[in-house]
C-alpha cells in the first residue's frame, strides 16, 4: 500500500474527534484489525457510494472530513459508520498505476 497521508482538514477532524492517526492508519492497512465480524460493508453501484458501517446503532451526525468521505456518529459521538462518494474513481487511478508497474 501507498503512504498514507492525511490532509491539514482531516488530521484537525481526527484530532477534534479526539481519534488517534497511528491507529486509523493501522487501521486502514490493515482491515483485519478492526474486529471485521462486526463491519458490514455496501456497495451502490448506481450511485457509486461504498457505506462501511463499524457498528450498530444510528447515525445522529455526520461530517464530511475529505471530498467525497462522509463520516457518521452516533450520540456518543462515536463513529458507527463511513461513507465514501465516488469509490471506483477513487479506486481506478491507484490499481492502474498498480498495472502499469507490472505491465512495464
Do not use: C
Not at 492517526?21 to 457510494?49: G, Q, S
Not at 450498530?56 to 465514501?84: F, P
Amino acid at each position: 500500500m501507498d503512504e498514507i497521508t492525511f490532509s491539514k482538514h482531516a488530521l484537525r477532524k481526527l484530532k477534534e474527534r479526539k481519534l488517534d492517526v497511528n491507529m486509523v492508519e493501522k487501521v486502514l492497512r490493515e482491515p483485519n484489525f478492526i474486529f471485521y465480524d462486526k463491519i458490514k460493508i455496501w456497495f451502490d453501484e448506481e450511485v457509486d457510494i461504498l457505506y462501511v458501517s463499524l457498528k450498530e446503532g444510528v447515525s445522529v451526525d455526520s461530517e464530511e472530513i475529505e471530498e467525497g468521505v462522509r463520516v457518521e456518529y452516533d450520540e456518543g459521538k462515536q463513529v458507527v459508520g463511513v461513507e465514501i462518494s465516488g469509490i471506483t474513481k477513487m479506486l481506478a487511478k491507484p490499481l492502474a498505476k498498480q498495472l502499469a508497474q507490472i505491465v512495464s
